[in-house]
């Protein structure tokens, strides 16, 4: 089953794929099946931002947990393809979140 540390990231990496928009919608954008902008894909990307940024808050993180929980891939693929700008506030307050919680994470 693991170490307690080990549950912390497997619940925190379930919880952020539950509502991830590259698994499902990403695929449709690229193929021209939906626009960046539609308004269904924006909805689930705000939903996304929201979930991951509460993952990153969960107990028993640590450092290491979090650096494999970096979202700054994923959002650099969402803007990438125009779903999310750099400025957007979502983006903003998720890469700050990050931030914080690796600052504050114990080492591990």
């Known amino acids: 089953m693991g170490t307690a540390d080990e549950q912390a990231l497997q619940r925190a990496i379930s919880t952020i794929l539950q509502s ?16 960046p902008t539609d308004a269904g894909l924006r909805a689930v990307t705000e939903s996304w931002l929201g979930t991951y940024e509460k993952a990153l808050a969960m107990d028993g993180l640590t450092q290491s ?6 979202p700054v891939p994923r959002l650099a693929v969402l803007i990438d393809v125009g779903v999310l700008t750099h400025d957007h506030p979502g983006v903003e307050s998720l890469t ?12 591990g």
């Not at 919608?25 to 193929?31: C, E, K, N």
């Not at 700050?96 to 080492?107: G, L, Q, S, T």
Request: aromatic share 2%.
């Open 20 to 35: 991830d928009p590259l698994i499902k919608l990403l695929q449709q954008v690229r193929l021209g099946r939906m626009k």
């Open 65 to 70: 947990h979090l650096r494999r929980l970096n």
């Open 96 to 107: 700050a979140a990050y931030d914080r919680a690796v600052a504050c994470a114990p080492v």
